[in-house]
């Protein structure tokens, strides 16, 4: 298999892999779902740094009438401002089968401190314990609830913006699919960080950058393995949504990629295609990074500017 050259990653990136190479840590779709999720937890701890400050955090149960309570975490940012702020609800990554509150926890207050926003991150069910479609209904009620119930977090419900970084994309995409079509929550803007659209995995990126940058495709097969009930969930919207019959009326999306990661072609794709149906669209690929950087704000330099973009994106679109 070709690969690319190794210097042409980015310099801390290259030292964070060969650490990992030296570390000897499990694959993690050799480890059971639970070990899967705790050694990933472990993973980003070690690279998350220390976030900036914010004004609060508190925990927040969606009580799904009827059945459960959905876990949602939110993140106040420090302002003057005495009206509503808008807010950005946020679905994490991890391959709809690990990732919790906690991995991304770092994150959503770097997007809460650059963007001045409120930002509720979403605990949604994960497989194999839930399947598919239990994340994609998780994210479209926690999408509705949160504009239902603006008043009482303090957030304008007319600023409605949804994001999420892979997996949590890919729900974010879907919420604002599902949105359009289903009369609403009106939502302004999406964040799409290296968004996974096509759960075909047929894409060139996914054989080129597929074997040596983290996201590796046995774990990308475990991960749908995992996610999905069968091969027909593939041609769901709802799991790929660059499937969608159309992506017209869609709310304005930044779209950001990395240069090594097997998602980047339809990342790219998406945002093509967002852009063909006369959506506004800011795309940036990150060339010499690899998937899940975004996470990596103690470690590696391009993770807080990614995330400074994100933020300055969220304001320009609210008028925040």
Known sequence: MEKPSAQKLDPQIAALIEAAKNGGAPALNTLSPRKARSQYLAGVRMLAGTPPKIAAVENKDIVVPGTRALPMRIYRPITTATNPLPVLIYFHGGGWCFGDLDTHDHICRWLCANSGVLVVSIDYRLGPEHKFPAAVDDAIIATRWVYENAGQLGADAQKLCVGGDSAGANLATVSALHARDNNGPKIIFQLLIYPATDMSMTFPSHTKYGDAYRLTRPLMIWSSLNYLRDGKDILDPR???????????????????????????????????????????????YEDMIHGFIGMTGSVDA???ALKLAGESIKKATGN
């Open 239 to 285: 799991a790929s949504p660059l499937l969608a019959e159309s992506h017209a009326d869609l709310p304005e999306a930044l779209v950001i990629t990395a240069g090594f990661d097997p998602l980047l072609d339809e990342g790219k794709a998406y945002a093509e295609k967002l852009s063909r149906s006369n959506v506004t669209v800011q795309y940036r690929c």
């Open 303 to 305: 993770a807080k500017d």
